[in-house]
């Protein structure tokens, strides 16, 4: 049977070690993105808040994913002349999509962390 897995779930445990390494994660994302953060906050069209997700996702990614990060970076670089290779275009699509998987599991965790620990939260987002 399907997982019934919902929002409502109790959040996963997670150590005040970890959560202060999501916490920084989370400080430097916001310092680093700040532009992509804008781009998606006041994107109007379609097509300008899907460029802006992909934006936000990539620049978060390097921090939250370096691994899936630089996994897409790698493709994108590989495959940068060849616009009309269909193989190289599917490529950059599956570690685009391996990416935003990555990002949106540590985001979940973040949230997590974030609501077993605020105080540890709230200290790194005022160094940062």
């Keep these: 049977e399907a997982s019934t897995e919902t929002t409502t779930a109790a959040p996963a445990a997670i150590s ?7 916490a920084s ?3 430097k994302i916001l310092s680093s993105c700040r532009d992509r953060k804008a781009d998606l906050q006041s994107c109007d069209s ?6 802006a997700f992909m934006g936000m996702t990539v620049c978060a990614g390097q921090f939250m994913c ?26 950059i699509d599956t570690a685009f999509q391996v990416l935003g998987e990555c990002v949106a599991n540590y985001d979940k965790r973040a949230k997590d962390a974030r609501e077993q620990f605020p105080e540890v939260f709230d200290e790194a987002l005022k160094k940062g």
């Design 16 to 22: 005040k070690t970890e959560a202060a390494e999501v």
């Design 25 to 27: 994660s989370f400080s």
């Design 46 to 51: 379609e097509e300008e808040c899907r460029r």
């Design 66 to 91: 370096p691994l899936q990060h630089s996994s897409l970076m790698a493709s994108l670089e590989n495959h940068s002349g060849e616009a009309n290779d269909e193989m190289g275009e599917a490529k």
